[in-house]
């Protein structure tokens, strides 16, 4: 990771200067803003997945991949409503431009842009925005990971009284798989792939169960997962080192993910039931 590309790392735990380089903030700036502009006034429409998606969807999609061609002019951008192919460049970006779109268009205030950015096939920056929270999450591979500046300290480093855990709407039939099993924690849908995933690293629950997420789904909440010591198993195939020009539109990566190792055998059961 080239530290010209990357601002100088604030030490202290408070909040410090911007992590992002100007142009990148500046581009997240103007598409979160947007994103809270039109929150309440977007019609959806289906896509032949039977996902949704909004014009805001469209407009955020084409300005992050536009902004980033033109920040970054010899590095790739795989997009979920754009090129669905690993770019053949040394470098690329992966982006959700608003991951949660059906709580975008049902009014719920709850949703993501997910940018990351890849080396020799892994995320090296991570950016998680989260509009309606104002909250902005930034990993660096062996640097660390933040919250509106402020470091994160992992999970193990904190307390869990509530136990909750997230699933997605599509595992969540991993229970009727295991009729006779207490389900090890109180459930919660988020309803948006990435922060369901990256809820086990702030802390909010203690483990997640992702039944399909693409890979702009979890690109930014891996690198974050992986910076605050989380446990990952991915249950089918791994995301990593994926060969250049592979079509990704329709691959899926089951995944568990827990705050440690124990929790994670905890809750294995239910992640092997998912390809059950």
């Not at 969540?172 to 006779?180: A, E, F, N, R, S």
């Not at 539109?249 to 055998?265: H, K, N, Q």
Request: hydrophobic fraction near 45%.
């Amino acid at each position: 990771m080239s530290d010209s590309l990357y601002p100088p790392i604030p030490q202290a735990a408070d909040a410090g200067p911007s992590l992002l380089p100007a142009g990148l903030e500046a581009l997240l700036d103007r598409v979160a803003e947007r994103q809270r502009g039109d929150f309440g006034h977007m019609a959806s429409t289906q896509k032949d997945d039977g996902s949704l998606i909004t014009a805001c969807d469209r407009w955020s999609d084409a300005t992050l991949v536009e902004g980033l061609a033109s920040l970054y002019p010899e590095e790739g951008v795989l997009s979920e409503e754009g090129d669905q192919r690993v770019p053949l460049t040394p470098a690329y970006w992966v982006v959700d431009p608003l991951d949660g779109t059906t709580n975008f268009a049902a009014g719920i205030p709850y949703w993501a842009i997910s940018m990351a950015r890849f080396e020799h096939g892994e995320p090296v920056l991570a950016v998680l925005d989260v509009p309606p929270l104002r909250q902005r999450i930034v990993a660096m591979r062996g640097r660390g990971a933040w919250r509106n500046g402020k470091v994160l300290l992992p999970p193990s480093q904190q307390s869990h009284p509530v136990g909750c855990a997230s699933l997605c709407s599509r595992s969540i039939g991993v229970l009727q798989k295991l009729p006779d099993r207490r389900f090890p924690g109180k459930i919660r849908l988020l309803g948006v792939a990435s922060l369901n995933l990256v809820s086990v690293g702030m802390g909010q629950t203690v483990a997640a169960l992702e039944a399909t997420p693409k890979i702009w789904d979890l690109a930014a909440s891996w690198l974050v997962l992986s910076e605050l010591a989380c446990s990952v198993q991915w249950l089918n195939q791994s995301p990593v080192a994926i060969p250049p020009g592979t079509d990704l539109a329709r691959t899926d990566f089951p995944v568990l993910v827990a705050d440690g190792p124990e929790t994670l055998d905890r809750f294995m059961p239910w992640g092997e039931a998912l390809l059950a």
